[in-house]
């Protein structure tokens, strides 16, 4: 069994249709301009190695960089940081995407259960919140609603602080499209924190899959 880094885990979720921030990962500074201008300002720069999972908890994901100062500037700080653990770390450059609500979604294989899945509200804060609801795969539409219903913050999804309402069709259809796709391709493990919501529109920001 092996984790996909973001590339490969992301490459996959885009075969399977979902919408992900593809990053690239770049060697040096002139690499990561060239990047940066292809996909367009703004632009992310993260850590890039097998050996960081957390990646901003050592400072490795810079958003919101708006031009080439920026850039510069931001990539050498996520590349000394990330080389004081992992002296081989890359670094990646991705869209940077607006605003929205972030979400989790989650699988695991349990040794009694099979695979499960995990949904709640998403980001940094997961393991703090531990707000998630949990299903056995593969789940319904009817099911993906219950676990949409049964999260303490659902609020957050009718639009909050300017940000635009989640579409509850939408995300159920999403989270029974992520269980199609956990139940084939010997997944093991689905780590998608955080797909960022706009309405009917979910992108896929972060993602390790264990194969
Ligand atoms: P990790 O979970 O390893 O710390 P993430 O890739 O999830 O790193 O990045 C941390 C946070 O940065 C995310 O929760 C999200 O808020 C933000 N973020 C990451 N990638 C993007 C992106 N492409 N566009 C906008 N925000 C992002
Ligand atoms: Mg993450």
């Not at 885009?14 to 703004?42: C, D, H, Q, W």
């Not at 056995?136 to 539409?141: R, Y």
Request: charged share 30%; net charge negative.
């Amino acid at each position: 069994m092996a984790f996909l880094n973001e590339l490969d885990s992301k490459r996959l979720l885009a075969e399977e249709g979902f919408e992900v921030t593809m990053p690239e990962v770049v060697s040096n500074l002139e690499e990561a301009k060239r990047a940066a201008e292809r996909i367009g300002y703004p632009v992310v720069v993260k850590v890039f190695s097998n050996r960081i999972v957390h990646k901003s908890d050592v400072g490795g994901v810079v958003v919101g960089i708006e031009d080439e100062a920026a850039l510069k500037r931001s990539y050498s700080e996520v590349l000394l940081r990330a080389r004081e653990i992992d002296p081989e770390a890359k670094v990646c450059i991705q869209k940077c995407v607006p605003k929205g609500v972030e979400l989790v979604v989650g699988i695991h294989t349990d040794e009694s259960f099979g695979k499960v899945m995990m949904f709640g509200i998403g980001g940094v804060f997961v393991e703090l919140l531990k707000d998630v609801s949990f299903r056995l795969v593969p789940i319904g539409e009817e099911d993906a609603v219950e676990m949409i219903e049964e999260i303490k913050a659902k609020a957050l999804l009718d639009g909050f602080r300017g940000l635009p309402a989640v579409d509850k069709g939408a995300l159920s259809r999403f989270l029974v499209k992520v269980s199609d796709v956990a139940q084939g391709k010997g997944i093991v493990q689905m780590d998608l924190n955080p797909v960022i919501a706009y309405g009917d529109r979910f992108v896929v920001v972060d993602a390790r899959v264990l194969l």
